[in-house]
Every structure is written in C-alpha cells, then in structure tokens.
C-alpha cells in the first residue's frame, strides 16, 4: 500500500537530548513537510523540502534540522536547542515542485515527543 | 503574525443539519486552498479542496465556497453526521506547495 509511515508513534525524550524522527513514502511525491501541533493551535510549519538535497525553513525552523538525501525520506531531527518540544509531529508529502501543481498533502499517523 | 485564522475554535450542530466552517486568509498570493478532517493522535486527512480560478467546489456532503474579494472561504456539510465529528483545519497554499493552516475548529454533531 502506498502511503506516509512516521516512526515512533510515541517518543520520550530527556531534556538536552537531540532526538530524531522519521518520516518515510512510497508514494513517489517530490515534496516533503514536518509540521508542530500544540493543543489549541494549528499546524505550525516547521521544514518543507520540494526535491532531494534541497529544504528551505518554515515558520517555526528554530532548535529543528532537516535532512533530503533521498526521495522518499524526510528525518527531522529535535536538538537540545529547541525550549519546547513536547508536542505532536506530523509529517507529509505531496506531488508538485516549483510551484506547478496543485495537490493536496498526504499526511502521516504523528508522532508525539515527550521530554521529561 | 497568522496568515490563516479559523476564529471559531468549536462547533455544535444537530444530526441532519448543516455545519459551516469558516476561514480567513491575509496573504494574497494564496491560490489553492484545502480542507482537512482530523481526529485525536491521527494525521489529517484531506477533504475537499478548491483553487482561485473557482468560487466553489462539491464532492458529495461537502462544499467548499471561496471568496476571493473578502480573502474567506467555507466549508458546508449537509446533512451533518455523527461521524463528521472531528477537528477541521483549512490550509492555503500558493507558490512551492507550501500550505499554511488555521488553528482548526472543531466540529461536534449531535443526534
């Protein structure tokens, strides 16, 4: 089955600890987001990468890193640096670059980080 | 600063009747625009979308108006169903796919 697949689903963390996420698809999509939700707001951009090698920063970059070495994977990657990490992780994927198609995103089941 | 407000966080509907989900955006560029339904500890999942050139879209319960002179657009199910209880973000994208979304409102219907 095609599809977006997150891993962990749950994840703790200790405090000054960095902490990576995977986000793997088989869907054969260019374009790749991590998003933040924390409980009453919405989801927060935090990375996005339209082609392999290539991301640019979201809203919300800060304490986060990203890598694109291949096409169907999108690590994010929570460091030490970030003050608040506890949240819920989505990630996503979707066909189009360069601004030439309209598509919607394929989410991921989350993962939610704890620190304690 | 949110390019995307949804100003109501809650709704409640009775079974059978219409719900109305509202969505404003600030960034003009915006030209294609996405709804999604979410449950708890779920990924979203996407519904209905519509793109500038167009003032309205339906797939089968589901309509999605746009209005592009007030920058608003809305989602409208009918008839409502119990299952139809989630949190409904929408999300505007335009240029690079990159899609910002709204707070979310959610959306409970009852019998």
């Known amino acids: 089955d095609g599809g977006i697949t997150q891993s962990p689903k749950y994840l703790f963390r200790k405090e000054g600890q960095n902490v990576t996420l995977s986000c793997e698809q088989n869907?054969?999509?260019?374009?790749m987001y991590w998003y933040r939700q924390d409980p009453g707001q919405g989801l927060r951009l935090i990375y996005y990468?339209?082609?392999?090698?290539?991301?640019q920063k979201g809203d919300i970059a800060e304490g986060y890193s990203v890598s694109r070495e291949k096409k169907e994977s999108f690590p994010l990657t929570v460091t030490s640096a970030q003050k608040n990490p506890t949240a819920f992780y989505l990630c996503?994927?979707?066909?189009?670059?360069?601004?030439?198609?309209?598509?919607?995103?394929?989410f991921g089941q989350g993962t939610r980080l704890t620190v304690v | 600063d949110q390019q995307v407000k949804q100003n109501s966080p809650s709704l409640s509907v009775q079974e059978g009747r219409i719900s109305i989900l509202n969505c404003d955006y600030t960034?003009?560029?915006?030209?294609?625009f996405l709804w999604y339904k979410k449950y708890p500890a779920e990924g979203p999942t996407f519904l209905i979308s519509?793109?500038?050139?167009?003032d309205k879209n339906e797939d089968g319960r589901f309509t999605v108006f746009l209005n592009k002179s007030a920058k608003h657009l809305s989602l409208h199910i009918v008839p409502s169903q119990p299952g139809d209880s989630a949190v409904y973000f929408c999300?505007?994208?335009?240029?690079?796919?990159?899609?910002?979304f709204g707070a979310g409102t959610r959306l409970a219907v009852h019998p």
């Open positions: 869907l054969n999509h260019d374009a």
């Open positions: 996503a994927s979707s066909i189009g670059t360069g601004g030439q198609t309209r598509t919607e995103a394929f």
């Open positions: 990468s339209q082609i392999v090698n290539d991301f």
């Open positions: 960034n003009s560029m915006f030209d294609y």
């Open positions: 519509i793109s500038s050139i167009k």
């Open positions: 999300a505007c994208g335009g240029g690079y796919n990159k899609l910002i």
